[in-house]
């Protein structure tokens, strides 16, 4: 498959992009990132939310005719030669010079196929975004990262279009980019979701059963001695 990548994550921010996707890369790999996490919890648009007393990781997954999630952008990207005569205008003008409308860059509306957020003492915020726009095969992949204790925030994205016109898998993005063992490790960490969402379902059934019994002990013990 043929890809043509665009964004300022292959331009001006390909540093920060690059860094982005670096430390996903190293959260999808991170060993106990599950282990320390207490609660599990499925949402009704399959959103998969992992919580304990410091952080939250949320994935969201699912197919493009299948996504129930909405992203909302402005891309300039999609403007084209067409508009550059008139950069810097609010208006068009009819030829005697009244004001006919008004120049709004179109939105583009995209579903989201794959959100995840991973953040800590409500403070550190990173999120990992792959949208499809509803207007053709095209795909966006944000890569965002704030933290409001500094003030600080990063951000960066790339456009995806397929010259067959065909539909771009992240994993096919991922390899345009050459970045295939963060391909690899995102399809990993998606098994692992699954694995570590029945193992913490199970644990907490087993606590919840654990703590009734408590509660159930002293009436226990007075029944043994009736």
């Known amino acids: 498959m043929n890809i043509t990548i665009s964004g300022n994550g292959v331009k001006e921010n390909k ?7 670096d430390k ?8 106990g990132l599950f282990e320390e996490m207490e609660f599990v919890e499925t949402e009704s648009d399959g959103t998969v939310s992992f919580t304990n007393e410091d952080s939250e990781l949320s994935f969201y ?3 493009a005719d299948k996504a129930s999630r909405i992203d909302f952008m402005i891309s300039g990207e999609k403007l084209g030669s067409a508009l550059n005569y008139i950069v810097g205008m609010k208006f068009l003008h009819d030829k ?20 995840i957020v991973y953040e800590i003492y409500s403070e550190k915020r ?34 995806a279009v397929s010259e067959e016109n065909s539909e771009i898998t992240l994993r096919a993005l991922f390899a345009a980019l ?15 979701i699954e694995e570590n969402k ?7 059934q087993e606590r919840t059963k654990q703590e009734e019994l408590e509660k159930l002990q002293p009436a226990f013990d007075s029944l043994d001695n009736l």
């Not at 996903?24 to 060993?31: G, M, P, V, Y």
Request: glycine share 2%.
């Open 126 to 159: 990173i999120s990992f975004v792959f949208s499809k726009f509803t207007d053709s095969n095209d795909v966006l992949l944000r890569v965002e990262f704030s933290d409001d204790s500094s003030d600080t925030e990063l951000e960066a994205k790339v456009t």
């Open 24 to 31: 996903w890369n190293e959260l999808f790999t991170r060993e």
């Open 178 to 192: 050459d970045k295939e063992k963060i391909g690899e490790h995102f399809e990993e960490f998606s098994q692992r």
């Open 96 to 115: 005697d010079g009244s004001e006919r409308k008004k120049l709004e860059e179109p939105s583009r509306n995209a579903v989201i196929v794959t959100e």
């Open 61 to 63: 997954r699912t197919e």
């Open 15 to 21: 540093v920060a992009f690059d860094k982005l996707l």
């Open 198 to 204: 029945k193992r913490l379902q199970e644990k907490i």
